[in-house]
């Protein structure tokens, strides 16, 4: 049988692995070697839980969404991940990983940044546990994303402009690993995605888990079985993909389609389509599907959508998608523009810019009518509203 659990060695297929310097070596296998009896532990699952549903918010809903499923044809559910506290599935995972720091003993934590979601759903963790957080965040963006700069700083983190490079996620990537490298013993390094060295995707995917085994539950409540037809998630890095898809992807009933950002067009260079059109590479310490140059050089990716702009993706995704078992589809910018208006006109909910590109898989898909299908809103789009005002139809 097919496996699309991650092996003892931290590989997914042939994608995956932990190549980390050699400075780094112990911590990564001091985290490996702890991190599922942590994990697994009752009194862990007992403050995870509890936090996730005070604190977060959890279970989030499942919602039928009646108008959009008569457009489409289908019955659609989505998954309301936007609702959660700081905007977005993003919390689960810092939430955990933060838990597991403090059992391991670490004093400082340390995150990087793109758009700013994750540096946001650090630094509120770290105020919540009291612990000093570094967000490194690459000099445009906080130019670009100065309403998350204001918030981390609010919430009391440290946040590191980086002059490197070209001043954006890979190259806060970079200097997070470099402090990281210089404190090891105490400093733990947030990962916000199924990305990054073994074990942090296994890791980041069990944190997240948690939204399908709700969606298990709620449909199990809704339409008397726990599993859909087909489920939808935007694949960035991976971590929203990972918690719909977790408690499934062994179960060959359901059908999973994720959206990967376009761009422009996967044709052009203006894209950030790394599974489409990417090659297999080594970045940020796994082996994944990179858009790189010929010679290797990483290319600048390109999304309107800042959470989905990165050149890579996680292992998991890298391995559903040659193996044929999720289908990856590219959608551009001008789609997930369209579909982001459409779900607000129709049903009241301004979704984040990467949920809108699950949203716009929806007419890319034929559907049965009794089809049921449940698509998870990764985030709301309060973060979003300039962009879409100023595409406004
Ligand atoms: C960061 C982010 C993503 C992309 O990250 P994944 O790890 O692929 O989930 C998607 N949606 C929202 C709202 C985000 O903030």
């Not at 009194?43 to 969404?65: C, I, K, M, N």
């Not at 509120?124 to 000099?139: D, E, F, K």
């Not at 204001?150 to 590191?160: D, I």
């Not at 089809?371 to 985030?379: A, H, K, Q, R």
Request: aromatic content about 8%; proline content about 5%; overall charge negative.
């Amino acid at each position: 049988m097919a496996t699309y659990q991650i092996s003892r060695d931290g590989y997914y297929g042939t994608f995956g692995g932990a190549y980390v310097p050699e400075i780094l070596y112990k911590t990564v296998e001091d985290l490996r070697r702890s991190y599922l009896p942590i994990l697994e532990s009752e009194e862990f699952q007992s403050q995870y839980h509890q936090l996730l549903a005070d604190y977060v918010g959890r279970p989030s809903p499942l919602y039928y969404a009646n108008r959009m499923s008569e457009r489409y044809g289908c019955r659609l559910y989505l998954k309301r991940e936007d609702l959660n506290h700081t905007g977005a599935h993003k919390i689960n995972n810092a939430i955990g990983q933060i838990l597991l720091a403090q059992r391991l003993g670490k004093k400082r934590i340390i995150a990087e940044t793109g758009a700013g979601q994750h540096g946001v759903a650090t630094a509120t963790v770290c105020a919540l546990m009291g612990m000093p957080c570094r967000v490194y965040m690459g000099a445009l963006d906080v130019e670009r994303q100065h309403s998350n700069v204001q918030r981390m700083r609010m919430l009391g983190a440290e946040v590191f402009p980086v002059e490197s490079g070209n001043k954006t996620l890979k190259d806060a990537t970079n200097e997070a690993i470099r402090d990281w490298c210089c404190h090891p013993s105490d400093t733990f390094y947030v990962i916000g995605s199924t990305v990054g060295p073994h074990p942090y995707p296994d890791l980041v995917a069990r944190l997240q888990s948690v939204i399908s085994q709700e969606i298990r539950c709620q449909l199990q409540e809704k339409e008397g079985r726990p599993w859909p037809d087909t489920l939808m998630a935007c694949v960035g890095g991976g971590s929203n993909a990972a918690g719909t898809i977790y408690h499934y992807i062994n179960d060959a009933r359901v059908r999973i389609v994720l959206a990967e950002a376009g761009g422009m067009g996967v044709e052009t260079q203006q894209t950030a389509a790394s599974l489409n059109v990417g090659t297999v590479g080594i970045l940020h310490g796994s082996k994944i599907m990179v858009m790189q140059t010929d010679d290797g050089q990483i290319q600048e990716p390109y999304s309107i959508s800042a959470g989905l702009d990165y050149p890579g993706t996680g292992p998991l995704h890298c391995h559903l998608f040659q193996s044929g078992r999720a289908e990856v589809l590219p959608v551009n910018d001008d789609e997930a523009l369209s579909a982001a208006f459409e779900l607000t006109r129709l049903e009241g909910i301004i979704p984040a810019l990467e949920s809108s590109h699950a949203l716009a898989l929806l007419p890319k898909i034929k559907f049965r009518p009794d089809e049921v299908v449940v698509l998870t809103v990764s985030g709301r789009g309060d973060k979003d509203l300039e962009t879409y005002l100023r595409h406004m139809e």
